[in-house]
C-alpha cells in the first residue's frame, strides 16, 4: 500500500496542533528542516518535534535541508524523529554519506537519503541498500507550493527498477507537487510514499486526504 506523508511545511503554524488533528489518517509526517545555507528558507529545529512529538503517534520523517547535518542528527532523534532523510548534496561524497548513515542508525533511527532534481542517482546506487528509503525531489527544494517537474520521472523509474533488480527493501519516497493530478504518475514510477503539503493543507485536510488516495486507489 502507497504511504501518504503530509508535509507540515504547509501546514497552518498558527495552530499545528489542530493541522496534525486532521491529518491522524496519514502513515507519517514529513517535517521539513531548512537552515537558510543548504537552502534559502528556514524553518523550525529539534524544539518544535518535540512538542509536537507528545501530541501524535505517527511516524516522523525529518527532512534535513541543512549543511553539515551530523552535527544535528542525535537532536533530532532525541526529539522524536523516526527517520532521518538527509541529502546527498550535503556531503563530500559517497563516503561521508555512509558516515553519516552509520551515526543515525546508531541512533536507532532509520536512514533515508534525499536526491534534488537536476543530481544524477547512478552515483549512489552503493548505498541504496544501506538506506530504508530514499527522497526523490520532484521540485528544487527550499519552497512549498512549486510545480511538479515531470522530468524527473524517469528518475523514479530506474531507481524502482534497481531496487527490484537488486531485492533491495529500500522504499521510495516522492516530494514536490504531489497531488491527485500527479500522484498516480509517480506511483505508476515506483513511488511507495507521497509527500504532499499544499495539495493537503490547503482546504480540508481530511478530504484532500481522501482525494490523494482516490487518485491512485489506495
Not at 541504496?128 to 520521472?153: A, C, R
Amino acid at each position: 500500500m502507497v504511504k501518504i506523508a503530509p508535509s507540515l511545511l504547509s501546514a497552518d503554524f498558527s495552530c499545528l496542533r489542530d493541522s496534525i488533528d486532521r491529518v491522524q489518517g496519514a502513515e507519517m509526517l514529513h517535517l521539513d528542516i531548512m537552515d537558510g545555507h543548504f537552502v534559502p528558507n528556514i524553518t523550525f529545529g529539534p524544539c518544535v518535534i518535540r512538542k509536537i512529538r507528545s501530541h501524535t503517534d505517527q511516524i516522523f520523517d525529518t527532512h534535513l535541508m541543512i549543511e553539515s547535518p551530523r552535527r544535528y542528527i542525535e537532536d533530532f532523534v532525541d526529539a522524536g524523529s523516526d527517520y532521518i532523510t538527509v541529502h546527498v548534496e550535503a556531503h563530500e561524497d559517497v563516503p561521508d554519506i555512509e558516515r553519516t548513515l552509520d551515526l543515525i542508525r546508531d541512533t536507532g533511527a532509520k536512514t533515508g537519503i534525499s536526491i534534488n532534481p537536476p543530481t544524477p542517482w547512478k552515483p549512489y546506487r552503493s548505498i541504496l541498500g544501506q538506506v530504508d528509503m530514499v527522497l526523490v525531489m520532484t521540485v528544487n527544494p527550499g519552497f512549498g507550493g512549486q510545480s511538479f517537474m515531470h522530468e524527473v520521472v524517469p528518475k523514479i523509474e530506474e531507481i524502482s527498477e534497481y531496487i527490484y533488480t537488486e531485492e533491495l527493501i529500500t522504499e521510495i519516497s516522492v516530494d514536490g507537487g504531489v497531488s491527485p493530478k500527479t500522484a498516480a504518475e509517480v506511483v505508476k514510477a515506483g513511488a511507495d510514499i507521497l509527500v504532499a503539503g499544499s495539495a493537503i493543507f490547503k482546504g480540508d485536510p481530511k478530504e484532500n486526504m481522501i482525494q490523494l488516495r482516490r487518485s491512485v486507489d489506495i
